[in-house]
């Protein structure tokens, strides 16, 4: 941990919500929130009691709030029972069955609308064939999908029948995908022959395929099959099913399987400090309300909005704002399959001009690129019908977000910058777009019942705009129950004892004059590329694997689109390139292997070759000089303990 964190950031604008938008909003005014603050303040559990009352329908209502007994393995609601899927669909089929649920727009802008009536017969049906597979309660099912309507019917019927998905993005590469199905020891797969992206046909199945026969899957039963694009695709006759030949003549309903609240409704698999990705481990019950209350507070919902969250489902924002919690709340809500960039950069824009979107949530990587790519087309469009702007996963640069409320919300949007993680569930820090004022850059305040502070290496709160650790002092219902298989690496890494109990985010920050958080980064050795998590670890150990390579370090460095680019320093086992010629095809070489072994999105940037790594006496790489080599900086730390200095000068020079 770095023993001083200083902010550089100096930003002074400050935009307060329209009165217009403070008058119709859920949480209106300052005075509003601070009351549900006081409230949580005073009786905490019985705050969070009142919120999952008000929002679940309990098949059997819990008694026990909050257990603390077993801390850091906090318990929520623990002896009431529910089932996620009735209360995203049965519970609307009384009140809005013709209600649209979800809008689905494909690559090829083919739109497909499909009723809270229709998903929930769908779901049934599904469920129905998940179970004449013999999966049941507790299995693990691991998705590999595009985004489509049929990945929102898979979650949610494993979700009905009680099966924990483990839903993998579909960028991940065939190693990542067998890691994944293996540590999870999946029983079933589901996958689509291919997905449409960009114009591009690009195949799924074989990587299912690859995945499956690397071993360590022997669990999995059956594989079935989404037919997407038609393309030829392998069969294996021993478990492989088509989607529409297992659902064919099931019935459309499927009574819930009613779990107990902490009764794990998915794994999510994200990189942490070391080698191997972890399963992040969710309740029912808890997560729930926290993609509930979120959805109400933040994003300010009402049954009339548009609701349009572009985050793929392979990520947390896809769970929580995409698959839960918009169907919770009754929404109805936008899906796309393609890219923002095809076939130009105002797709975006046509999209909430043709599905009068109100709410738009994306990533500040996905703006940045917008702007680059065309920076005046949104005034192309008709975007009138938006009322609340959102972004999330990595720090959102002042510029950008200037851009957002200007050109897209016309400086009549709201932006709520919202600060959480896989391990939350749910939105954390983020403005009450009705209730606060808003800072360019600055995730505002925590969530009334969300105590988040800032902490210093002893665990102790530090006040006056000193940065340090943001940790969240009190156990919160959505919060990761703990990492799949892996109890000892989930107290350790979330709950260090120095932290008094405190969870510990893994980011730094500082608060401003008013109580404002901005996020300063990770402190452990994790990437934000694109908004992604990426583990310098995971990079490295792929490197590793390469016959080429003795030794490499990732690190990071700032990119103007994709927040952070990854910087590899690397050693050969033959000697150094010495020519241009031959290190770009080493690099591309390389580039190419992490590609493969881990997925496209953790290709290396920047390749540089050195004869050794500079390392302290004791043989540890010292990462901060290779931080600073990679940012083009003058080294002006103490480099008095570094074994071999010259090393520096060879690492200070791409070959080009
Ligand atoms: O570093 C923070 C950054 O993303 C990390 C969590 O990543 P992940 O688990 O992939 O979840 C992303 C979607 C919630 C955090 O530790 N991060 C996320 N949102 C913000 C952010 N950094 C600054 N501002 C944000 N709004």
């Given amino acids: 941990m770095p023993t001083s ?5 100096q930003e002074t604008r400050v935009f307060q919500p329209a009165n217009a938008f403070v008058e119709q909003a859920n949480i ?26 008000e929002h679940i329908v309990w098949h059997k209502p819990f008694n026990t709030v909050l257990d603390e007994s077993r801390a850091p393995f906090y318990e929520w609601f623990a002896d009431g029972e529910l089932n996620v899927s009735y209360n995203c669909l049965d519970k609307h089929l009384a009140t809005q069955p013709e209600k649209t649920a979800l809008i689905f727009e494909a690559d090829d802008s083919q739109v497909i609308k499909i009723s809270y009536r229709e998903l929930h017969a769908r779901v049934c049906q599904f469920a129905n064939a998940l179970k004449s597979r013999n999966i049941q309660k507790g299995d693990r099912v691991v998705i590999y999908m595009p985004m489509s309507i049929e990945v929102v019917i898979a979650m949610q019927a494993c979700a009905r029948i009680g099966a924990i998905h483990s839903v993998v993005f579909g960028g991940f590469s065939s190693r990542s995908l067998n890691e994944r199905i293996e540590n999870a020891q999946a029983c079933a797969v589901i996958t689509a022959d291919a997905q449409f ?7 799924l199945k074989p990587a299912v395929d690859e995945a ?3 071993g360590g899957c022997d669990a999995v039963h059956s594989v079935i099959v989404y037919k997407r694009a038609g393309n030829d695709v392998q069969w294996n006759a021993k478990h492989d099913l088509w989607w529409h030949d297992l659902i064919d003549g099931l019935p459309c309903t499927c009574e819930p399987e009613w779990v107990g609240a902490e009764h794990p409704l998915f794994i999510l698999y994200t990189s942490g400090s070391t080698g191997k990705p972890k399963g992040v481990q969710h309740s029912s019950g808890g997560y729930l309300l926290g993609t509930m209350v979120s959805m109400q507070w933040v994003f300010d919902y009402k049954p009339t909005d548009i609701f349009w969250c572009t985050a793929d489902v392979g990520w947390v924002t896809g769970h929580s704002y995409v698959a839960y919690g918009p169907l919770a709340m009754g929404a109805t809500q936008v899906i796309f399959e393609g890219v923002p960039t095809w076939p130009d950069a105002g797709r975006f824009w046509k999209m909430i001009q043709d599905h009068q979107v109100t709410t738009f949530y994306t990533a500040p990587t996905a703006i940045r690129s917008l702007i680059k790519l065309g920076g005046e087309l949104p005034k192309q469009y008709n975007l ?18 200037m851009w957002y409320y200007t050109v897209v919300g016309q400086s009549r949007c709201p932006i709520v910058d919202t600060w959480w993680q896989t391990e939350t569930g749910c939105h ?21 019942g969300i105590m988040a502070a800032i902490v210093n290496e002893a665990g102790d709160e530090v006040h006056d705009q000193h940065g340090g650790f943001l940790v969240i002092k009190r156990s919160f219902p959505s919060q990761i129950r703990t990492i799949w298989g892996n109890d000892e690496r989930y107290r350790k890494g979330y709950f260090p004892e120095e932290m008094k109990g405190a969870y510990l985010a893994g980011d730094s920050a500082h608060r401003d004059e008013d109580g404002y958080f901005w996020i300063l980064g990770r402190i452990d050795d994790v990437l934000k590329v694109s908004g992604h998590r990426l583990g310098t670890m995971e990079i490295e150990s792929a490197l590793a694997s390469n016959s080429l390579v003795a030794e490499a370090a990732v690190v990071g460095k700032p990119h103007e689109i994709k927040g952070e680019a990854i910087v590899v320093f690397v050693v050969l086992k033959g000697s150094r390139p010495k020519d241009a010629a031959t290190a770009k095809q080493i690099s591309e070489i390389l580039r190419e292997w992490v590609s493969k072994e881990l997925g496209p999105i953790a290709k290396p940037d920047e390749i540089r070759f050195g004869d050794n790594l500079p390392k302290t006496r004791s043989g540890k790489i010292m990462r901060r000089l290779l931080r600073a080599l990679a940012k083009g900086e003058e080294i002006t730390q103490d480099i008095s303990t570094l074994e071999n200095p010259a090393i520096l000068e060879q690492l200070k020079h791409v070959i080009q």
């Fill in 28 to 53: 209106s005014g300052m005075a509003a929130y601070q009351a549900l603050c006081s409230e949580a303040a005073q009786n905490y559990e019985e705050y969070w009691a009142r919120l999952a009352r």
């Fill in 212 to 214: 499956l026969s690397m």
């Fill in 197 to 203: 992206r960009g114009g591009k046909m690009m195949p």
């Fill in 384 to 401: 009138s019908s938006l009322r609340l702007l959102g972004s999330v996963g990595e720090p959102i640069n002042p510029d950008a977000w």
């Fill in 5 to 9: 964190i200083k902010s550089v950031l």
């Fill in 428 to 448: 954390m820090i983020a403005p009450l777009p009705g209730a606060m004022a808003t800072k360019p850059g600055s995730c505002t305040l925590p969530l009334p």
